[in-house]
């Protein structure tokens, strides 16, 4: 391998307590009552094979227990994902294991909703009560009256639990607020989504740009080896971001942009490589078309047009456009994965897709890539099941709704639960692995939605704080205590990881698996439940091939022949569009009525005094999910606001006492919204029109003890939200806050 273990965590942990973690965490144990024990040592007396959910990039990892107790997490070296390393949150997935706040029993609600009241209950006393509500729910709405809200691997069973129930309703918030508009901009422009691995070769990069990317702070384990792999051959970085992040700091160009032009950037950028024919025509000319139309259309959007819309000199644009152009095609536009900011962002990502296809990077080698499946068959249901449904999905309104969602949009489900919204009003919810307090735009609107429900039920490991508006809660076993479906996503070396259960699970947590099939026996559709547990399952599917599953496990992955994954390896490079073409110029836009090329348009500005609210990611932690988790609270226990040290100097109402680094503030949005106190980091790394914290903090849910009052949430101060007309996509990033002292009256 081209770099060391030391270059990855420099790159990947460049922030306070990413080094001091990746040492640490073998020495440092805690035990079932939360209180540090001896570390009881990192010789296991066995190790099994699995594959990581601390956040859902599924990199492969080898477990070593010892006494029955999970003593260490390593990287396992034949997963293509995870290369024999870790991210420090994989690492530090002891630390949801015996996390001594977890779930442990089966609740069900007994006070109301809002107020975290629930008695503990059996299991069969739980699941009883669930079947009996959603038949309850069935006789009164019908079954499309159901909906599901999931993420993570785990949520295959509830998927196809809702299947068998007769709704379509299934949506994740990791689409309609993360990666949505990105999808819809590659789909419409190369005829594809790019699902997630990303299909992209930042290993063979020269030019890295990274434009809403914060590869170092966001810890998909793979591209941040990929990335120091690429330093090291000598790639340079563009790096687009109005904080001097991680990855700026390894830049050769940062341009801090103004919050919300990233358009007007995108099209000067275009306007020099084409003025100064620094694209790749002989590609454009047998792959795409459109391009005499973008020509046109980028033709005044000169890098002195953009200068007073971003803030960026023309200088400083003509100067990144020429070293990614020349970088060609091995020039990587990274599309980025949070990409729900303005409502234009699928005409943001689009702008980026075209920039890719300009340099004639889309199946080139160091650009975007062909991935492939590992070949694996369904398990084989058996014939004559009860077929119920054929309903419509919710989240299309009455309109028809937002024409390219390729997705069902979880805004879109909560929008359905209230009368008036839809084809139909949704009146349960299953709320599978993810927090829809801290996930969703509008809280109080969501609560209002969630009180419009005869039934919600959540599965998770944690108490997150939607269980507390749950009527049912059920415990799950985590990731390392359970079976599941194999992991086999598009990727350039096809594979197949196993999930098994390196424990026994703690407390009384059963397997998402077992949970699923138990709701089916008690409401008739056990049929589509026939196989005696997870492990038969994944037996039955891999025995169709006759694949081992003795191997499966010991190895933890079998990999794929290798595929051709660019032009240089033998691939053909064309689209997925319908005649094949990258489409420069989208016909389809067009007839829809929307821009067929990315116009810049002004985003509006925020009352006077208030700075735009950017929020972002920290390298220890995945949203809410790891902020109860004390091996990684650590070295990382609250978030704090950036501010702009200049910008501080002169904040109204601090003329007396000035704002030090390390004081306690409040910020309260443009409708009034507060925060909780957080500290505030003064710093010349941000822009002076913008502060920005990073997501999951701030948590309301007291039965996590340790997070629990730390730092703010961005969530709570999000009740604002521009909806993409083109896919449904709900831009968070339009919100403004006024900074407070905290302890000042509201
Ligand atoms: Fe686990 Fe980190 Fe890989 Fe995510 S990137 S799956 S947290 S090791």
Same mark, same amino acid.
């Given at each position: 391998?081209? /770099?060391?273990?030391?270059?990855?965590?420099?790159?990947?942990?460049?922030?306070?307590?990413?080094?001091?973690?990746?040492?640490?965490?073998?020495?440092?144990?805690?035990?079932?009552?939360?209180?540090?024990?001896?570390?009881?040592?990192?010789?296991?007396?066995?190790?099994?094979?699995?594959?990581? =959910?601390?956040?859902?990039?599924?990199?492969?990892?080898?477990?070593?227990?010892?006494?029955?107790?999970?003593?260490?997490?390593?990287?396992?070296?034949?997963?293509?994902?995870?290369?024999?390393?870790?991210?420090?949150?994989?690492?530090?997935?002891?630390?949801?294991?015996?996390?001594?706040? +977890?779930?442990?029993?089966?609740?069900? +609600?007994?006070?109301?909703?809002? !107020?975290?009241?629930?008695?503990?209950?059996?299991?069969?006393?739980?699941?009883?009560?669930?079947?009996?509500?959603?038949?309850?729910?069935?006789?009164?709405?019908? %079954?499309?009256?159901?909906?599901?809200?999931?993420?993570?691997?785990?949520?295959?069973?509830?998927?196809?639990?809702?299947?068998?129930?007769?709704?379509?309703?299934?949506?994740?918030?990791?689409?309609?607020?993360?990666?949505?508009?990105?999808?819809?901009?590659?789909?419409?422009?190369?005829?594809?989504?790019?699902?997630?691995?990303?299909?992209?070769?930042?290993?063979?990069?020269?030019?890295?740009?990274?434009?809403?990317?914060?590869?170092?702070?966001?810890?998909?384990?793979?591209?941040?080896? &990929?990335?120091?792999?690429?330093?090291?051959?000598?790639?340079?970085?563009?790096?687009?971001?109005?904080?001097?992040?991680?990855?700026?700091?390894? $830049?050769?160009?940062?341009?801090?942009?103004?919050?919300?032009?990233?358009?007007?950037?995108?099209?000067?950028?275009?306007?020099?490589?084409?003025?100064?024919?620094?694209?790749?025509?002989?590609?454009?000319?047998?792959?795409?078309?459109?391009?005499?139309?973008?020509?046109?259309?980028?033709?005044?959007?000169?890098?002195?047009?953009?200068?007073?819309?971003?803030?960026?000199?023309?200088?400083?644009?003509?100067?990144?456009? %020429?070293?990614?152009?020349?970088?060609?095609?091995?020039?990587?536009?990274?599309?980025?994965?949070?990409?729900?900011?303005?409502?234009?962002?699928?005409?943001? !990502?689009?702008?980026?897709?075209?920039?890719? #296809?300009?340099?004639?990077?889309?199946?080139?080698?160091?650009?975007?890539?062909?991935?492939?499946?590992?070949?694996?068959?369904?398990?084989?249901?058996?014939?004559?099941?009860?077929?119920?449904?054929?309903? &419509?999905?919710?989240?299309?309104?009455?309109?028809?709704?937002?024409?390219? $969602?390729?997705?069902?949009?979880?805004?879109?489900?909560?929008?359905?639960?209230?009368?008036?919204?839809?084809?139909?009003?949704?009146?349960?919810?299953?709320?599978?692995?993810?927090?829809?307090?801290?996930?969703?735009?509008?809280?109080?609107?969501?609560?209002?939605?969630?009180?419009?429900?005869?039934?919600?039920?959540?599965?998770?490991?944690?108490?997150?704080?939607?269980?507390?508006?749950?009527?049912?809660?059920?415990?799950?076993?985590?990731?390392? !205590? +359970?079976?599941?479906?194999?992991?086999?996503?598009?990727?350039?070396?096809? /594979?197949?990881?196993?999930?098994?259960?390196?424990?026994?699970?703690?407390?009384?947590?059963?397997?998402?698996?077992?949970?699923?099939?138990?709701?089916?026996?008690?409401?008739?559709?056990?049929?589509?439940?026939?196989?005696?547990?997870?492990?038969?399952?994944?037996?039955?599917?891999?025995?169709?091939?006759?694949?081992?599953?003795?191997?499966?496990?010991?190895?933890?992955?079998?990999?794929?022949?290798?595929? $051709?994954?660019? =032009?240089?390896?033998?691939?053909?490079?064309?689209?997925?569009?319908?005649?094949?073409?990258?489409?420069?110029?989208?016909?389809?836009?067009?007839?829809?009525?929307?821009?067929?090329?990315?116009?810049?348009?002004?985003? =509006?500005?925020?009352?006077?005094?208030?700075?735009?609210?950017?929020?972002?990611?920290?390298?220890?932690?995945?949203?809410?999910?790891?902020?109860?988790?004390?091996?990684?609270?650590?070295?990382?226990?609250?978030?704090?606001?950036?501010?702009? #040290?200049?910008?501080?100097?002169?904040?109204?109402? /601090?003329?007396?006492?000035?704002?030090?680094?390390?004081?306690?503030?409040?910020?309260?949005?443009?409708?009034? $919204?507060?925060?909780?106190?957080?500290?505030?980091?003064? *710093?010349?790394?941000?822009?002076?029109?913008?502060? /920005?914290?990073?997501?999951?903090?701030?948590?309301?849910?007291?039965?996590?003890?340790?997070?629990?009052?730390?730092?703010?949430?961005?969530?709570?101060?999000?009740?604002?939200?521009?909806?993409?007309?083109?896919?449904?996509? *709900?831009?968070?990033?339009?919100?403004?806050?006024?900074?407070?002292?905290?302890? !000042?009256?509201?």
């Amino acid at each position: 391998m081209a /770099f060391t273990r030391r270059q990855f965590i420099q790159i990947g942990a460049a922030t306070a307590g990413g080094a001091a973690l990746a040492s640490g965490l073998s020495t440092r144990w805690w035990g079932l009552d939360g209180d540090p024990v001896p570390n009881p040592g990192t010789d296991g007396d066995r190790v099994v094979a699995s594959y990581c =959910e601390l956040c859902f990039w599924g990199c492969g990892v080898l477990a070593h227990v010892k006494d029955g107790r999970v003593t260490k997490i390593t990287g396992n070296p034949e997963h293509p994902l995870s290369r024999g390393m870790l991210c420090p949150r994989g690492a530090g997935a002891t630390g949801l294991l015996y996390d001594p706040d +977890r779930l442990k029993k089966p609740l069900v +609600r007994r006070a109301q909703r809002g !107020e975290d009241v629930f008695e503990e209950v059996s299991w069969d006393a739980a699941l009883n009560e669930v079947a009996a509500r959603l038949e309850d729910v069935e006789r009164r709405h019908g %079954r499309e009256a159901l909906a599901l809200f999931t993420h993570g691997s785990g949520g295959v069973w509830f998927k196809h639990l809702m299947k068998a129930w007769g709704s379509p309703n299934i949506g994740a918030p990791s689409y309609a607020q993360c990666r949505g508009p990105r999808e819809a901009a590659f789909s419409v422009t190369y005829g594809t989504p790019l699902g997630s691995p990303e299909p992209i070769d930042i290993t063979n990069a020269r030019c890295i740009t990274l434009i809403g990317s914060h590869l170092g702070e966001n810890m998909h384990n793979t591209q941040v080896q &990929e990335l120091a792999e690429a330093i090291g051959k000598g790639a340079g970085l563009v790096v687009v971001d109005p904080r001097f992040s991680v990855a700026a700091g390894k $830049a050769k160009y940062w341009l801090p942009v103004k919050p919300g032009t990233d358009i007007a950037l995108l099209l000067a950028w275009m306007n020099v490589l084409v003025a100064e024919k620094l694209y790749d025509a002989e590609y454009l000319a047998a792959h795409a078309e459109g391009l005499e139309e973008l020509k046109a259309h980028v033709a005044g959007k000169t890098p002195e047009w953009a200068y007073p819309i971003t803030g960026i000199k023309p200088d400083l644009i003509r100067a990144s456009a %020429r070293f990614i152009g020349g970088a060609r095609p091995a020039s990587l536009v990274h599309p980025g994965r949070h990409t729900v900011w303005y409502g234009d962002d699928t005409q943001r !990502e689009r702008a980026m897709a075209i920039l890719a #296809a300009l340099l004639g990077s889309w199946g080139r080698k160091g650009g975007y890539l062909v991935g492939g499946k590992y070949p694996l068959p369904a398990y084989p249901l058996p014939p004559n099941l009860p077929h119920h449904g054929g309903a &419509e999905v919710a989240d299309k309104p009455k309109n028809g709704g937002y024409p390219l $969602a390729t997705e069902v949009l979880a805004s879109g489900l909560c929008d359905a639960t209230k009368p008036g919204h839809s084809l139909y009003d949704l009146k349960a919810w299953i709320v599978y692995g993810c927090n829809l307090m801290q996930a969703m735009p509008a809280r109080q609107e969501l609560v209002d939605k969630i009180q419009h429900l005869d039934f919600m039920l959540a599965v998770d490991v944690l108490p997150a704080e939607i269980a507390g508006w749950a009527d049912v809660v059920l415990p799950e076993a985590t990731f390392l !205590e +359970r079976d599941d479906d194999v992991s086999a996503p598009s990727y350039k070396r096809p /594979f197949a990881a196993i999930r098994q259960a390196v424990v026994e699970p703690m407390y009384d947590s059963r397997p998402g698996w077992w949970i699923a099939k138990e709701i089916a026996n008690r409401v008739g559709l056990g049929g589509w439940f026939p196989w005696k547990d997870a492990k038969e399952y994944v037996k039955t599917r891999l025995a169709q091939k006759g694949l081992s599953y003795e191997e499966l496990a010991a190895k933890g992955v079998l990999l794929g022949a290798p595929i $051709a994954t660019c =032009e240089e390896e033998g691939a053909p490079v064309g689209a997925a569009t319908q005649n094949g073409k990258i489409q420069l110029f989208s016909k389809e836009l067009l007839a829809l009525g929307f821009d067929p090329l990315p116009q810049y348009v002004p985003q =509006e500005e925020g009352p006077q005094g208030s700075f735009r609210l950017l929020s972002g990611r920290a390298p220890l932690h995945t949203f809410g999910r790891t902020t109860n988790n004390r091996l990684l609270a650590g070295p990382y226990p609250e978030n704090e606001v950036w501010l702009n #040290a200049d910008a501080a100097k002169s904040l109204p109402g /601090f003329e007396v006492q000035p704002l030090a680094n390390g004081d306690k503030v409040v910020l309260v949005n443009q409708d009034g $919204a507060r925060s909780t106190p957080v500290r505030v980091k003064l *710093t010349e790394r941000i822009r002076g029109d913008c502060v /920005f914290m990073v997501h999951g903090w701030g948590q309301t849910a007291k039965r996590q003890r340790y997070a629990y009052g730390r730092g703010a949430s961005d969530a709570q101060l999000t009740t604002r939200y521009k909806v993409d007309p083109i896919m449904g996509g *709900t831009g968070m990033n339009v919100n403004f806050v006024r900074i407070e002292r905290a302890g !000042e009256a509201a």
